[in-house]
């Protein structure tokens, strides 16, 4: 059996488990209301579609204006074919079939993860919890 089947049914099981949904979008500029004046930050959303969150191996407390926050440091798993994230992105998931209390959590991508024989492509990301 070829590395290139190896990898193809690997990849075919991997979006198996995507049983999630998400949207990840680049930052664009800001944009300011004319009338309030409130600035809100703008995107262009590169991917919507199957993903999967998986729990990542370390998290941090950190201390801001006197409220303990941890920052937590999941993976989320998007098709191979996903490209163009960088860091900075915003993945919001939108459905999940397994945990419901994932659906609207926001994480901002540190980066992605390359390898030659990656059956998904991987998100670090950050969710800073309060």
């Known amino acids: 059996m070829s590395a290139q089947t190896v990898l193809a049914r690997g990849r075919a099981a991997a979006m198996a488990l995507m049983v999630d949904a998400c949207i990840i979008k680049h930052p664009t500029g800001l944009a300011t209301d004319p009338t309030t004046g409130v600035v809100t930050p703008t995107?262009?959303?590169?991917y919507t579609g199957a993903c999967k969150v998986q729990r990542g191996m370390d998290a941090s407390a950190q201390e801001v204006a006197e409220a303990h926050r941890a920052v937590l440091r999941p993976f989320v798993h998007v098709p191979i074919?996903?490209?163009?994230?960088?860091?900075?992105?915003?993945v919001t998931i939108t459905a999940s079939v397994n945990?419901?209390?994932l659906v609207g959590r926001v994480f901002r991508v540190m980066g992605p993860d390359h390898k030659s024989f990656a059956t998904a492509r991987r998100l670090q990301c950050t969710e800073a919890t309060s």
Do not use: P
């Open 99 to 101: 945990d419901a209390e």
């Open 81 to 90: 074919t996903v490209t163009g994230v960088v860091e900075g992105d915003v």
């Open 43 to 46: 995107y262009s959303t590169i």
